[in-house]
C-alpha cells in the first residue's frame, strides 16, 4: 500500500489550503486513516482521524479549524485547514491502517508528507 499525499504550500495567517492522501494499492480495506504533522524540533503529533464509519477525532489545537472527511470510494483522505496560524507550519503526513482480509490489520503505512508553511 502507498500513500500520496498533496495540496501542502505556503499560505499567510487567516488562510486556508486542502490536503489530500490516497492510497493504491492491493489492499482489501482500510480502517483508521489520519493526518500527523511535525514542526522542527518537535515530535510528531495527531491532527485529525477518521475510521471507516467516518467517526472523526481532532486535536484540541485544531478543533473547529479543520475538517478530516474520507472517500471510501477512492480510499482518499482530506483535511480542510481554515484559519490557518504560524504554529500549523509543519510538515504534515497522513497515515492509513490497511487490511489484507476482514479480520487481519497489516502494519500501518505512512505517506511522504507534505510541507505546509503559515506566515504571519
Known amino acids: 500500500v502507498q500513500l500520496q499525499a498533496s495540496g501542502g504550500g505556503l499560505v499567510q495567517s487567516g488562510g486556508y489550503l486542502r490536503l489530500s492522501c490516497a492510497a493504491s494499492?492491493?489492499?482489501?480495506?482500510?480502517?483508521?486513516m489520519g493526518w500527523y504533522r511535525q514542526a522542527p524540533g518537535k515530535q510528531r503529533e495527531l491532527v485529525a482521524s477518521?475510521?471507516?464509519?467516518?467517526?472523526?477525532n481532532y486535536a484540541d489545537s485544531v478543533k473547529g479549524r479543520f475538517t478530516i472527511s474520507r472517500d471510501n470510494a477512492k480510499r482518499t483522505i482530506y483535511l480542510q485547514m481554515n484559519s490557518l496560524k504560524p504554529e500549523d507550519t509543519a510538515v504534515y503526513y497522513c497515515?492509513?491502517?490497511?487490511?489484507?482480509?476482514?479480520?487481519?490489520?497489516?502494519?500501518?503505512?505512512w505517506g511522504q508528507g507534505t510541507q505546509v508553511t503559515v506566515s504571519s
Open positions: 497515515n492509513a491502517e490497511p487490511f489484507s482480509d476482514p479480520w487481519t490489520a497489516d502494519p500501518e503505512v
Open positions: 477518521i475510521i471507516r464509519r467516518l467517526a472523526t
Open positions: 494499492g492491493s489492499i482489501f480495506s482500510i480502517g483508521a
